[in-house]
């Protein structure tokens, strides 16, 4: 899924071949992949409260495109900063889409449901940002002081975490239509998917609180020479 941002030439080239060349960006495969990802998300929001087996299968759907469009970039050498940002921008929308689902669903975790939003949403903007401020080629492969976000960017434990993460919300959101999705006799089945992806959906809470911290630390540390320069 990791897409290698690259950025397009500077050289001037005739307008209607710079718009020939956009359109070509605009809808490369993985970003027509993001597209369809992003109906399917919202199908899912539509029938999330009334039809939840309309629901899981939308947001399975736009999950799996996912999965394929990062693929897709590399297979047709197809990688492109817009590619990149879609991509984190989508993820950031199916995350909020579940989360604020499951917040309606359990109004008893509701705040706990906002607090997770927000992590998100700040851990990765200001992850970006502090990346392309400090001039890395990708969040995924930035300089950090703190060994639990190398540690999660290893692709093994990258795709696990955000798999079980996933899975819990899935999962959670399931449970609370058991009666109506599932045969009884698979209810408990629901439930131990619940509790085990859990703990990896926690440690992925874990690290956006370090995200945030690192991100944070790198910017104020870019931020120092004009700092000085003022206070002098």
Known sequence: ????????????????????T???????????????RFVSAIAACYYAIDKPSYFVVCYMVSYGCDAIDGWAARKFNQST???????????????TLLLATLSILYAEYRFAFMIFVALDFISHWLQMY?????????????TTNYSIISFYYRKSVLFTTCLSAELFGLFFYIQY??????????????????????????????????????????????DLPGYKNKKN
């Open 1 to 20: 899924k990791n897409r290698n941002i690259f950025f397009l030439t500077k050289k001037k080239i005739p307008h209607t071949h710079k718009m020939d």
């Open 22 to 36: 956009k359109a070509k960006i605009l809808c490369s495969i993985p970003n027509l992949i993001g597209y369809f």
């Open 81 to 95: 900063e817009f590619g990149a940002v879609l991509d984190m921008v989508l993820d950031r929308f199916s995350t």
């Open 130 to 142: 502090s990346t392309l401020r400090g001039g890395e080629a990708h969040h995924k492969n930035a």
């Open 177 to 222: 239509f058991n009666y109506r999705l599932l045969a009884k006799e698979y209810h408990p089945l629901i439930s131990y998917g619940v509790y085990l992806s859990a703990p990896l959906f926690f440690f992925k809470q874990v690290v956006n609180v370090f995200q945030i911290v690192s991100s944070a630390e790198k910017l104020a540390e870019l």
